[in-house]
């Protein structure tokens, strides 16, 4: 197995153009494993971890830029305020050992359909910067996940970020595993309510092929929730919601969960996840008044 | 060609740590985890091997001053960075303070994973995540 260390982003992209089979490696936490256990042998291995641009983040214009290195330990710290959701999700990611390594990056680049990163990135509209020695692309997540484990990336490519768009309004991620800490999901849920474009994201995780929307949801949730006035939902609409969550869902049985149980569990995610959403969007707005 | 990232291995490549403050040289081929460098190279056996996928912790060492588990990590990558082992935890002589609570509570079951335990507890304390016992189980 060779080994290809960049020292900068233009000599990363050069060596992916050059080695398109090369694996890239940053915080190693699923290459790793794989390694370990002879489940893939790559001829080279790309090293991400010298390149320093890729472990900064900042603002965007009225984006936040992350980029693809920067650790699950560093978004919890620092992006509790630009990206609750995500952050909320990094917290429940593994250890803090994987936490200090493990990157949103890296999440893109496996892309499991139990990633945690990814109800958070679609519910949010975040956008995924790829870029080769051809130029920068920008994807939507809601249009970079394809089929199991497969992306918009293309080979030659790599992940330099993710834009997440200003935060305008509450944002709940849920997780249900088989038990409280370093568990991969068995099913997640993600829900963000944006006062600016008054509109509705969802996103569900370990439930389907890929990381999936619930654009049902998103629908009912947009035209039925009180943008100006913040009035509660009736119960009523918060279980249609729920109900519309669970059906997009497309889960199958596996070690971790039946798939009935994965649409059960997301109904009462998507109950609870909304239910808190409201209360903070009252909230907010009542500051406001 | 200055713009060209080094390309090293597939053989055994020679690779240079900092453990422990004391620079070691070895050669290993590309693909050697920090954890297998550590135990089979170095005779640095303190961390231990329990599942080498990332779950159980028996392998926690610093590197630059950070938690991480060694059998995820991989030793090339590690060049010019600090590695902190359960071996270069104490003088030697006298056990760190951590070390010696494990002891005076029994903090052990079988032992096996107890430096990673111990490595990982003092790195707890220095992320300031250890004000109450709740804080400490969350
Ligand atoms: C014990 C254990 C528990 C875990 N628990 C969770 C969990 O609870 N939730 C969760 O979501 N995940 C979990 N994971 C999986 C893993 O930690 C995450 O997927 C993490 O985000 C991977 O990030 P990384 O930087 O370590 O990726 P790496 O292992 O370095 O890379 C992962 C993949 O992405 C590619 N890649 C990395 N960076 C780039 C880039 N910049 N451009 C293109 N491709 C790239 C790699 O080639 C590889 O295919 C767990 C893993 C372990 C071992």
Redesign the pocket.
């Known amino acids: 197995m060779e080994f290809l260390s960049p020292a900068t982003w233009e000599e990363a992209l050069a060596a992916k153009s050059a080695h398109p089979d090369a694996?890239?490696?940053?915080?190693?936490?699923?290459?790793?494993?794989e390694l370990n256990f002879d489940q893939h042998r790559p001829s080279a291995l790309?090293d991400?971890t010298r390149v320093a641009e890729?472990a900064e983040w900042g603002p965007d214009g009225s984006r936040v830029r992350l980029g693809?290195?920067v650790?699950?330990t560093t978004i919890i710290q620092r992006l509790g305020k630009h990206a609750p959701a995500l952050a909320q999700?990094a917290r429940?990611?593994?250890?803090p050992q994987?936490r200090n390594?493990?990157?949103?990056?890296?999440?893109?680049?496996?892309?499991?359909p139990?990633?945690?990163?990814h109800p958070p990135l679609l519910a949010a509209d975040a956008v995924i910067e790829l870029a080769s020695v051809h130029g920068v692309r920008h994807v939507a997540a809601r249009e970079f996940y394809l089929g199991p484990r497969r992306t918009a990336?293309r080979d030659d490519?790599?992940?330099?970020a993710v834009l997440l768009p200003e935060r305008a309004g509450p944002q709940h991620f849920c997780?249900i595993?088989t038990r409280n800490a370093?568990?991969?999901?068995v099913a997640s849920f993600c829900v963000t309510l944006d006062a600016a474009t008054r509109t509705a994201g969802t996103g569900i995780g370990s439930a389907g092929p890929t990381p999936l929307r619930a654009v049902a949801a998103e629908e009912f949730l947009t035209a039925e929730f009180d943008w100006q006035g913040a009035g509660p939902l009736s119960e009523a609409a918060v279980r249609h919601f729920g109900e519309l969550v669970a059906s997009a869902a497309r889960p199958i049985d596996d070690v971790r969960g039946s798939a009935d149980y994965r649409k059960h569990a997301l109904s009462v995610m998507a109950r609870r996840a909304l239910s808190w959403s409201v209360t903070d969007y009252r909230k907010g707005e009542a500051q406001c008044a | 060609m200055a713009d060209r990232a080094r390309l090293r291995g597939p053989e055994p490549v020679t690779v240079e740590l900092s453990i422990n403050h004391r620079t070691r040289i070895l050669e290993i081929e590309p693909r050697t985890s920090l954890l297998d460098a550590l135990r089979e190279q170095l005779d640095l056996t303190g961390s231990k091997k329990g599942c080498d996928?990332?779950?159980c912790g028996a392998c926690t060492v610093w590197v630059d001053g950070r938690r991480v588990?060694a059998c995820?990590t991989l030793a090339i990558t590690c060049e010019g960075r600090e590695i902190t082992t359960i071996e270069g935890f104490s003088d030697g002589r006298r056990m760190n303070a951590m070390q010696r609570s494990f002891i005076k509570h029994d903090a052990f079951q079988c032992g096996y994973c107890t430096p990673g335990q111990v490595m990982s507890a003092v790195a707890l304390l220095d992320e300031g995540h250890a004000s109450s016992d709740a804080e400490i189980a969350e």
């Open positions: 694996v890239p490696i940053m915080g190693g936490t699923d290459v790793m494993v790309l991400l890729l693809a290195g650790s699950y999700a429940t990611v593994a250890s994987i390594r493990g990157t949103v990056g890296g999440n893109l680049g496996g892309a499991s139990a990633g945690d990163s990336r490519e790599l992940i330099a997780k595993g370093m568990v991969i999901a | 996928q990332g779950t588990l995820l």
